[in-house]
């Protein structure tokens, strides 16, 4: 369509180094004869153009250059606040309208605008849920103020700390973003190509997506071989579901008690679902690959399609093998132990210390800051291929989600053992003291395991 703009279906559309590897792997999906949405890529160079236009280069290279952390602090704010708040240049503005206009013709279009930054979704640096996504949208203004967010979401403070501990700098590279329809989903989920069994797994909830990439139910999780066979439907607990409709935006929807607890998904759907993720794996990522998906009326559309990181499973010690313990769905890589530090809001994050074992209810992706510092983590919503889980998985931390009543079950200060393969969520009961002044009372020691 323009220099600026192009087809999903278009030869040229699968270049990662100008639309990013989302937008990229996207396109290659269609072009493999996945079915996906269509709509059109945005290329990096728009984003540059507006950078150019807003005079904000000079501020771009001092971010991580800049010596002092309060005004490197004040120059993001800068690129935030001029890429969300200024005008699009009008030689770039014209040809992202131009294909919005064409995206909506169809009557009843919803739109979509997604992130996909030339670094993320590669194999190490998969930046799940760090930048942005506007779904639903309606008229124009809507879309330019998604563009203009998703191109500022670069600079944010939590993208921001993510690149600098992948040795990134903001100022070398870009955001690309996806022009797309919105999927009028009954049921959508994500899918684990290979798991440290050499089985597949799928994720799925009523609704759009959106419920599991932020940690906010508890999805299904389909077992299958990588021959097809389904091995196992857990029900999940699905007890809201996410929608888009016109004039009311995204909203959250109560689930009939009826279908908290029905699985999503059949065997047949989970078969054909299979089959897609495993030629994902084949033809786009070229290894073991993690998916988004949903499926409407008329049936499935991918997503998105990220490089999956696997890691081997561990043997417990001995000392774990009677001790209670709380299954759930593996989220994370490998085994690790350390101080329950039980947290039920996230104002109370600051009590997390190096090695903890983070207990929490959420598992958004607001706490991807916590995980270069935690022992492991264990939440009571969330599934394997939340925005979180991508991120824990890169990390090589172990976390398990959707584990009922675990901030309750498991003490504040016990000590924890976490098998992020296996999904299972071990403790030590807290052993009781008697008080000197009252030998008939106990208390329950906690000790310091900082």
């Given at each position: 369509?323009?220099?600026?703009?192009?087809?999903?279906?278009?030869?040229?559309?699968?270049?990662?180094?100008?639309?990013?590897?989302?937008?990229?792997?996207?396109?290659?999906?269609?072009?493999?004869?996945?079915?996906?949405?269509?709509?059109?890529?945005?290329?990096?160079?728009?984003?540059?153009?507006?950078?150019?236009?807003?005079?904000?280069?000079?501020?771009?290279?001092?971010?991580?250059?800049?010596?002092?952390?309060?005004?490197?602090?004040?120059?993001?704010?800068?690129?935030?606040?001029?890429?969300?708040?200024?005008?699009?240049?009008?030689?770039?503005?014209?040809?992202?309208?131009?294909?919005?206009?064409?995206?909506?013709?169809?009557?009843?279009?919803?739109?979509?605008?997604?992130?996909?930054?030339?670094?993320?979704?590669?194999?190490?640096?998969?930046?799940?849920?760090?930048?942005?996504?506007?779904?639903?949208?309606?008229?124009?203004?809507?879309?330019?103020?998604?563009?203009?967010?998703?191109?500022?979401?670069?600079?944010?403070?939590?993208?921001?700390?993510?690149?600098?501990?992948?040795?990134?700098?903001?100022?070398?590279?870009?955001?690309?973003?996806?022009?797309?329809?919105?999927?009028?989903?009954?049921?959508?989920?994500?899918?684990?190509?290979?798991?440290?069994?050499?089985?597949?797994?799928?994720?799925?909830?009523?609704?759009l997506g959106s419920a599991i990439a932020q940690g906010e139910v508890v999805p299904d999780r389909i077992?299958?071989?990588?021959?097809?066979?389904?091995?196992?439907?857990?029900?999940?607990?699905?007890?809201?579901?996410?929608?888009?409709?016109?004039?009311?935006?995204?909203?959250?929807?109560?689930?009939?008690?009826?279908?908290?607890?029905?699985?999503?998904?059949?065997?047949?759907?989970?078969?054909?679902?299979?089959?897609?993720?495993?030629?994902?794996?084949?033809?786009?990522?070229?290894?073991?690959?993690?998916?988004?998906?949903?499926?409407?009326?008329?049936?499935?559309?991918?997503?998105?399609?990220?490089?999956?990181?696997?890691?081997?499973?561990?043997?417990?010690?001995?000392?774990?093998?009677?001790?209670?313990?709380?299954?759930?769905?593996?989220?994370?890589?490998?085994?690790?132990?350390?101080?329950?530090?039980?947290?039920?809001?996230?104002?109370?994050?600051?009590?997390?210390?190096?090695?903890?074992?983070?207990?929490?209810?959420?598992?958004?992706?607001?706490?991807?800051?916590?995980?270069?510092?935690?022992?492991?983590?264990?939440?009571?919503?969330?599934?394997?291929?939340?925005?979180?889980?991508?991120?824990?998985?890169?990390?090589?931390?172990?976390?398990?989600?959707?584990?009922?009543?675990?901030?309750?079950?498991?003490?504040?200060?016990?000590?924890?053992?976490?098998?992020?393969?296996?999904?299972?969520?071990?403790?030590?009961?807290?052993?009781?003291?008697?008080?000197?002044?009252?030998?008939?009372?106990?208390?329950?020691?906690?000790?310091?395991?900082?």
């Open positions: 369509m323009s220099e600026y703009v192009v087809r999903l279906d278009s030869a040229e559309a699968v270049n990662a180094e100008r639309f990013g590897p989302k937008a990229a792997n996207q396109a290659a999906l269609g072009q493999a004869g996945l079915p996906i949405t269509g709509g059109f890529c945005i290329d990096a160079a728009a984003y540059r153009a507006q950078v150019r236009a807003l005079g904000l280069e000079d501020v771009a290279r001092r971010v991580f250059t800049e010596g002092d952390p309060i005004t490197a602090r004040k120059l993001a704010l800068e690129m935030r606040i001029g890429l969300h708040d200024e005008p699009i240049a009008p030689e770039v503005q014209e040809p992202l309208l131009a294909a919005w206009r064409e995206l909506m013709a169809p009557e009843g279009t919803l739109g979509v605008v997604r992130s996909s930054a030339l670094v993320e979704d590669r194999d190490g640096s998969s930046f799940a849920g760090q930048f942005e996504s506007f779904l639903g949208l309606e008229t124009e203004t809507e879309f330019l103020t998604a563009v203009r967010a998703c191109w500022g979401a670069l600079w944010a403070p939590r993208a921001l700390r993510y690149m600098a501990t992948h040795d990134l700098d903001p100022a070398d590279t870009a955001m690309g973003l996806t022009l797309q329809p919105l999927v009028k989903a009954t049921v959508s989920g994500g899918g684990l190509s290979r798991t440290a069994e050499g089985e597949m797994v799928l994720s799925a909830t009523w609704g077992r299958l071989t990588r021959d097809f066979e389904v091995l196992e439907i857990v029900p999940g607990r699905k007890e809201h579901a996410d929608t888009c409709v016109h004039q009311h935006g995204s909203t959250a929807r109560a689930v009939a008690k009826a279908m908290v607890l029905e699985p999503c998904l059949n065997e047949a759907q989970a078969i054909e679902l299979g089959r897609m993720l495993l030629k994902a794996e084949t033809d786009i990522v070229c290894g073991p690959a993690e998916i988004e998906w949903a499926m409407d009326e008329v049936g499935f559309k991918m997503l998105q399609a990220r490089p999956l990181h696997v890691a081997e499973p561990h043997v417990a010690d001995d000392v774990w093998a009677d001790r209670p313990r709380l299954n759930g769905h593996p989220a994370g890589l490998g085994w690790g132990t350390g101080r329950a530090c039980v947290v039920n809001c996230e104002c109370e994050l600051s009590r997390v210390s190096p090695g903890d074992i983070l207990v929490t209810q959420v598992a958004g992706p607001a706490l991807s800051q916590i995980l270069t510092k935690v022992g492991g983590v264990v939440a009571e919503l969330g599934g394997s291929t939340s925005h979180l889980a991508s991120l824990a998985r890169e990390r090589g931390v172990p976390m398990v989600l959707g584990v009922l009543d675990a901030t309750t079950r498991i003490p504040d200060g016990a000590m924890v053992a976490v098998d992020g393969v296996a999904g299972v969520v071990r403790w030590m009961p807290l052993a009781p003291v008697m008080e000197p002044s009252n030998p008939a009372m106990t208390v329950p020691i906690r000790p310091d395991w900082r």
